[in-house]
C-alpha cells in the first residue's frame, strides 16, 4: 500500500459568515469525511491570531483512499455550501510522510 497523504486546505473565511462557515464545514465537509474508509484525520482548526483564516487538516491512509474522498460528490457539495461564506478558492498542500513508507 502507498504511503499516507497529509493535506492542508486553508479556507479565508468573511467575517461575518465565521459562525456559518463552522457549522456548514464541520456538519457537510468533516463529519462525511471522517466517516469515509482511510481517513485517519480530519479536522477543522482556526488561526490563533487571524480568526478567519481556517485549516482543514486531513490525513488518508493512502493516494487511493484520498483519490476516492475527492470523487465523492459529498464533497463537491459540501465545497459548494461553503463558496458564498469564503473570500477565495481554498488553498490547498499535498504531504507525504518525510520517513517515506
Known amino acids: 500500500m502507498s504511503a499516507r497523504v497529509h493535506i492542508v486546505a486553508t479556507f479565508e473565511v468573511a467575517e ?4 456559518a462557515f463552522v457549522a456548514t464545514a464541520e456538519e457537510q465537509l468533516v463529519a462525511p469525511s471522517r466517516r469515509e474508509p482511510g481517513c485517519e484525520r480530519y479536522e477543522l482548526v482556526r488561526e490563533h491570531a487571524l480568526p478567519t483564516r481556517f485549516a482543514v487538516l486531513e490525513t488518508w491512509a493512502s493516494v487511493i483512499h484520498l483519490e476516492t474522498h475527492l470523487a465523492q ?5 459540501a465545497l459548494e455550501a461553503l463558496r ?3 473570500l477565495a478558492a481554498p488553498q490547498i498542500t499535498r504531504y507525504v510522510d518525510a520517513a517515506g513508507e
Open 16 to 19: 461575518d459568515a465565521v459562525d
Open 73 to 77: 460528490a459529498t464533497l463537491g457539495d
Open 84 to 86: 458564498p461564506l469564503v
